[in-house]
């Protein structure tokens, strides 16, 4: 019964959905002390000059932002990707398809990822091939999974036969979706800067590009005026991995802060970048 409400209330116009977003945020703020707590501090870490000017809004995005991934998850996908107004970047895409290059997609908790990634994918001639996380509720990971593995999607576990998953599709000269931002297991990262605190930041995506020759193509799809759509912008990754561990998730992060630039009060502040994986050494340990 709850997913049928959940498919029911997806259905809704953009509109309506930012509106209740908007509510279920501001509600999950007041009566969630752990979220409120994050929120807080990772926003204040990354702008601590801008917090005050950033917080509602960030507020009020990140519930928009959870009620989108009703949207993508269970419309047509000629229907999400009409939600989509505007492309920036496509060629970057358009090129290394021309040079029949497999491609890295690259895109963090920014904006609408779900909506990114459906949109990316109705535009490519073969599958693309995303690695997820379960939820953290799990009755919500049956619909997840049949919505973004659809059509020309394609799901890959954050596990060892995921990764084996991720690597044939590249082999085959296809194309992956990966959020960076996400915090791998303890042994499969690296301690690396963001915004200017330690992170655990994996290794995966580096070692990726590095075995395939993929092109790496970072990209979100920015969240329009209230009901108004969406802007996809896509961008090639500004420098090159060098196999160093370290220097590589550096590189890393610092094209994930640039694109959060773009559009700062729609980044997922409440995740929580910076705790410490079982099994990973602290920061300062890693550091020695």
Partial sequence: MLILLLRCISALPLLLLHAIGVMAGW?????DRGYRAR???NLRQAYPGNYNHLLKSSIAQNGMGALELLAAWTRPAHAVSRLVRTCEGWHHA??????????IFVTPHLGSFDIAGRYVSNLLPYPLTAMYRPPKLKWLEPLMQAGRARDNGRTAPATGAGV????????????????????PSGGEGVWAPFFGKPAYTMSLLPRLAH???????FFFAERLSWGCGFKVHIQPMQGAFTGDRLTDAC?????IESLIHMAPTQYLWSYNRYKHPAGAPLPDEAQA
């Fill in 27 to 31: 509600l999950t703020w007041l009566l």
């Fill in 39 to 41: 929120f807080r501090d």
């Fill in 94 to 103: 358009a090129a290394a398809l021309a040079q029949k290059r497999p491609i």
């Fill in 164 to 183: 084996r998953i991720l690597m044939k599709a590249l082999k085959a000269g296809e194309a992956t979706v990966i959020l960076p931002d996400q915090v």
């Fill in 211 to 217: 075995a395939t020759d993929a092109t790496v193509l």
């Fill in 251 to 255: 590189l890393l992060n610092q094209n």
